[in-house]
Nanobody
């Protein structure tokens, strides 16, 4: 099983920005689609963004579209989620996850679910509050 680690969460005021990072331990993320999910208390885990192995055609949930940008830096073996104009309803634990196999199509078309990802990080808390 691959080990992923998220970082960059924190407390931010409404309208603020955060950049989350996802790194792999002992393996490369460069050949896998990476999904970003979030889970708020009492709610199901939901997909926020999916970044294909090439970084092309990132897919975003409607709730964050226009405010979030996913990218990857293959030299740093990292995937990022830049979040702008944050809202209180964005508060959640954010997770990154790796999708095994060459299934970038699921990622690009947004037809993925949590079961398509086999390795998960521990999560990073994002709290948007004044």
């Amino acid at each position: 099983q691959l080990h992923l680690a998220e970082s960059g969460g924190g407390l931010v005021q409404p309208g603020g920005s955060l950049r989350l990072s996802c790194t792999g331990s002992g393996f490369t993320l460069n050949y896998q689609a990476i999904g970003w999910f979030r889970q708020a208390p009492g709610k199901e885990r939901e997909g926020v963004a999916c970044i294909s192995s090439s970084g092309a055609l990132p897919n975003y949930a409607d709730s964050v579209k226009g405010r979030i940008t996913g990218s990857r830096d293959k030299a740093k073996n990292a995937v990022y989620l830049q979040m702008n104009n944050l809202k209180p309803e964005d508060s959640a634990v954010y997770y990154c996850a790796a999708m095994p196999g060459a299934r970038d199509g699921l990622c690009m078309h947004g037809t993925y679910s949590t079961t398509d990802f086999s390795s998960w990080g521990q999560g990073t808390q994002v709290t948007v509050s004044s």
